[in-house]
C-alpha cells in the first residue's frame, strides 16, 4: 500500500534501456514464451495518452506543434492542492489553535500528505460517511456529473470516544503531527461509526488474523472516523534527507512538460531493483518506441510509507535506486 | 433475499387506497412526524416514470396519444427471456439428454427461474468470473456501452469437485432439477475457484457465523463456481398451487399496460400485510395523485423463497394477501 510516496526521475541519457546491450539474456534461466501471455496490450493501463497541443494558426497560416506531456487530467478532471497559500498561513494558524485538536498518527499523517498533493484526487479531505460507503460497496465515488472515479481503498482517519467528546459540537479541527507540529485544519467535518470488522471484510474480503495493516492500524484505531476538507498549513516533509525525492504530481508534470514526454510510463516498486523490473522496463520502452512515441519518459516510483517489516528499509532502496540508475544496468549482472 | 419471486397484483378496484376511508389513524399508537423524515422524495426510487408514447400525426394533424406503461427500460436495455421456445424444445432436450449433468438444489433451481424470465436482466446465466469479480468489487456489471447495471449480489452456481471431474473438457453442460428433471442447459461454460470466505465477506461485509444464507447455502456449496449461458428447456413451474400468482417481468409489463398505469409503485414485503404496510402504500398512493398521475398501480411483492426459518410460510402469507386486499383494508384494523 502507498502512503507516503517516494519519486525518483530516471533520466534517459543515465539509464542505458537498450535491452541487447544493458542485460545479458545469457543470465536468465527462465525461458520467456515468444507468444504474447496477454490478452490485450498490457501496456494501455501504464502508458498516458499523449496530446498535442495546437497553437492558434498565425496570421502566416503556419501551424505550431508544442508537445505538452501534462498529459491525461486527473481523476475528477483537476489535480487537488490543499496547501494553504503563503499569504494565508498566519491567520490559518492562530485559527487553528484555537479549535479542538486530533493528534495524527505517523500513518494519519502521510495520508494527510497524499491527500494534499492530489494523489488521491478528486478527494478533497479524509472521506466523509457517504465517500467510505461509495469506497467500501462500490471501490469508487460518483462525482457530480455521474462519473466514476475508482478508489478501492478508504482514506480516512479514525478517532477514539475521549477525542470525539472532546471535539463536541465543533464543526473544524485542527490536526497535529507526531512531533506536536500543528499541520493542518479539517473543515465542516462528519463523525461517523468506524465499523471496523465490515471495512476490513469489504476492503481485504477476509477477517483471518495475520494482515499487518489491519493489525497494526486498524484495529488499534479509534471507534469513529471523521471525515472533512483538509487544509495543510504548509508542505508536509519528512526531513529523512529524502524529501528532494518526493515530487508532488504538480512538479511531476512540470518535470514531464521540461522533457518533452509523449509517454510516460511508471514502474511502482517496494523492493531494490532487480533484473526482473529491468526487463519489465527495458521492454516497455522498446515497446512504446515501436508504437511510435518519440520520447517516453521512466517514472520510477519507489513506495516509501507502510510496507512490510523485513522490507529492504527506504534509504537503502533510494540509495540502490539512485546507483542503479546512474551507473547503467550492465552492473547489477556483474 | 429474493430468490422466487411470488407476484400479486391488487386490484386498485377490490383494494380501496384511500386513507381517509380506508384506514382509521386512531388505532395507530404512534405519532407521525409532520415533517418529512426523508432528505428527498422517498417515492423517487419506487415510481418507474411514465412516459407517452405519440402517435405519428396523422393527415389531419391530430396527435394521439396512448399511455403505454411498460415504463422504464429492462436494466441493460432489453429484457432477458431465456425459456427455449416450443418450437425447439424437443431438439434441445435430447441435445442436453447427451450432456454432462449438473444437479441443482432447490436454490439453484430458484436462481435459474430468477435468471430465466430477466429478473436479473442483463444477466443471461450463471455469472462468469468476470462477472462474479465485478459484482464482488463493484456491486455492479459494467456493459458494453460502458455503462453499469447495479447487481450487488453474485448469481452462481456451484459444483463439487466430483461434478468439475465429471464435466472435464465440456463445454455445454445439463442442469436437472432436484427431483430428477431436465431444466435447462449452461452453455460456453467456465469453471472457477469458489473463495467462499471472500465471497461472504465481501457480500455482507462480516464473516461472523450465524448468517442464514452463510451457513445454509454457501457454506456446504462446492468448491467451484461454474458460470455460463442459460437456456431454460419450459417455464420453471413449483406446482404448489400458487404458480399463478409468479407473473414473469413480461406478463407484468402487459399486465401494466392493459391496465393503462401511469405509474407502477411496487411494494416487495417477506410478511404478512399489516397496518404499516399498509400506511405506506396508501401514503404513497395519495403522493403519486398529488404529483399528478391519474392511474397509479400497486405491485404488491411478496418473496417467496429464501425467508429466515421462523417466517410465515408462502402459503399462508398469500392467503393473507389474497384476503385483506380483496377485502379491503378496514378489516385489518377491527
Request: proline letters at 6%; hydrophobic letters at 35%.
Amino acid at each position: 500500500m502507498s502512503l507516503t510516496i517516494e519519486l525518483h526521475i530516471t533520466t534517459t541519457t543515465h539509464l542505458n534501456l537498450n535491452p541487447q546491450t544493458a542485460i545479458s539474456k545469457r543470465s536468465y534461466s527462465i525461458q520467456f514464451q515468444s507468444k504474447s501471455i496477454y490478452h490485450s496490450n498490457p501496456l494501455t493501463p501504464l502508458v498516458l495518452s499523449h496530446r498535442k497541443m495546437c497553437a492558434l494558426p498565425s496570421s502566416s497560416s503556419k501551424v505550431s506543434f508544442t508537445v505538452k506531456s501534462s498529459l491525461i487530467d486527473p481523476d475528477g478532471g483537476s489535480l487537488v492542492d490543499l496547501v494553504v497559500p503563503e499569504s494565508e498561513r498566519a491567520a490559518k494558524i492562530s485559527e487553528a489553535e484555537a479549535m479542538p485538536k486530533v493528534k495524527l498518527t505517523k500513518i494519519d499523517l502521510e495520508w494527510a500528505h497524499v491527500i494534499s498533493e492530489g494523489w488521491a484526487s478528486p478527494l478533497k479531505g479524509f472521506m466523509r460517511e457517504d465517500e467510505y460507503l461509495q469506497s467500501l460497496h462500490f471501490n469508487s465515488l460518483r462525482m457530480k456529473d455521474g462519473s466514476l472515479v475508482n478508489l478501492s481503498l478508504p482514506i480516512v482517519l479514525s478517532v477514539d470516544d475521549e477525542a470525539k467528546e472532546r471535539i463536541g459540537e465543533s464543526i473544524d479541527v485542527a490536526l497535529i503531527a507526531p512531533n506536536g507540529d500543528l499541520v493542518a485544519i479539517l473543515r465542516r467535518t462528519e463523525i461517523y461509526k468506524h465499523n471496523k470488522e465490515e471495512r476490513i471484510a469489504r476492503t481485504w474480503g477476509t477477517t483471518a488474523p495475520g494482515l499487518p495493516y489491519v493489525e497494526e492500524v486498524i484495529t488499534p484505531a479509534g471507534n469513529w472516523l471523521i471525515g472533512g476538507d483538509l487544509e495543510v498549513l504548509k508542505p508536509i516533509k519528512y526531513n529523512d534527507g529524502l524529501d528532494h525525492y518526493r515530487l508532488s504530481p504538480h512538479q511531476l508534470r512540470r518535470e514531464f512538460d521540461r522533457r518533452q514526454a509523449d509517454a510516460v510510463f511508471a514502474f511502482q516498486l517496494r523492493n531494490p531493483v532487480h533484473n526482473g523490473h529491468a526487463l519489465l522496463m527495458n521492454d516497455t520502452r522498446r515497446r512504446l518506441l515501436e508504437s511510435g512515441y518519440k520520447n517516453p519518459i521512466l517514472l520510477l516510483h519507489p513506495l516509501g510509507g507502510f510496507t512490510k517489516a523485513d522490507d529492504v528499509p527506504l534509504d537503502v532502496r533510494m540509495e540502490q535506486h539512485s546507483k542503479v540508475t546512474f551507473a547503467g544496468p550492465r552492473r547489477w549482472n556483474s
